[in-house]
């Protein structure tokens, strides 16, 4: 569905077409002169950020973050809806598959005058906005870190579920991705900006901000992934140190025991009893001193 101009009061016309059907092709390329490749271009869904520039105009391909996306949400459709601009020097053409909050808050802002008057002022806005909503899922990201902290370090390891790793870091890799191509798209697109730098250096310093808080996290990630790796490590050797300390105090009441139940008529007291008292007296002995000796050394004391 194809808008009429959404600003009446500016230099400039701004077309908004959501969910473009099979007849929009026709009105977007005689009505708007874009280039049919580029419009087909905003109906793939596997198109990551880009920039063209063409005789027609400057070409921008934005994600959006979906608000609506699942948890199980891992890959780029499911996490991120794609958003496409068509620029020309007084015409501003905006292309989604569904309806985005991002561009609601932009044309509202723009009516109250918050925004500058400016075409590139208003794409601005419209950026701004897209970067903006992957805020809430870097904090979301970032609870999910802190949960994963707190059963790790409290040692609560039979809550760490694996397909939960999987989904933080997929959507963590995700989300990094986008915001990289998003900020190399505006780098080619440089040429839009010429005249209005300040616009996007303020574009790139907010995609870092949010790209350093993810990088943040994805390395301390990886630093408490190697905790937990030697967490579990510790846990191993203090179960492998218990199995040593009871095979060595059972080693050699094992080896008396076999010694006198081999088939033999001829063994030392074989027949006597105070022989079999010595024995039995031998082998508390042993096991007495064994764990008192492995006590004193400290391998019964669990690791802190």
């Known amino acids: 569905m ?3 101009d959404l600003l009446t009061n500016r230099s400039f016309s701004w077309f908004d077409v959501e969910k473009p059907q099979d007849e929009d092709f026709e009105t977007l390329s005689i009505k708007f002169n874009l280039p049919y490749l580029l419009v087909q271009d905003t109906l793939r869904p596997e198109h990551l950020p880009k920039y063209e520039y063409t005789d027609e105009g400057h070409f921008l391909m934005m994600r959006s973050y979906d608000e609506e ?3 199980d949400a891992t ?6 809806r794609k958003i496409a601009l068509f620029i020309t020097t007084d015409r501003l053409v905006t292309i989604h598959r569904v309806k985005l909050s991002c561009l609601d808050k932009t044309l509202e802002k723009v009516k109250k005058n918050e925004v500058s008057a400016t075409l590139q002022g208003v794409v601005h806005q419209i950026i701004l906005s897209i970067i903006r909503t992957y805020e809430k899922p870097v904090m979301n990201l970032q609870d999910m870190f802190d949960e994963f902290e707190e059963e790790i370090l409290s040692k609560n390891i039979g809550r760490l579920q694996t397909s939960k790793i999987y989904r933080f ?15 190399d798209s505006l780098y080619r697109s ?12 303020d574009l790139k310093e907010n995609i870092d901000q949010v790209y350093f808080q993810l990088d943040d996290i994805s390395d301390n990630f990886e630093h408490l992934f190697q905790l937990h790796i030697s ?10 140190k218990i199995l040593t300390v009871f095979s060595t105090i059972l080693l050699p009441l ?5 010694f006198y139940g081999m088939n033999f008529e001829y063994l030392p007291g074989l027949h006597s009893t105070t022989a079999l008292i010595w024995v039995i007296l031998s082998m508390i002995f042993i096991s007495v001193s064994a764990f ?10 669990g690791g802190e």
């Open 75 to 80: 890959t780029v459709q499911d996490l991120t």
């Open 190 to 201: 440089k040429e839009f900006w010429v005249d209005y730098p300040s616009l996007l250096q």
């Open 2 to 4: 194809v808008t009429e």
């Open 231 to 240: 967490l579990n490590d510790q846990r191993a050797n203090e179960v492998m």
């Open 254 to 258: 094992n080896f008396i025991a076999s």
């Open 69 to 71: 996306s699942g948890f």
């Open 169 to 183: 870091r997929r959507q963590l890799f995700v989300i990094k991705r986008i915001l990289k191509q998003t900020n």
């Open 292 to 301: 008192w000796f492995f006590r004193k050394r400290g391998w019964f004391q």
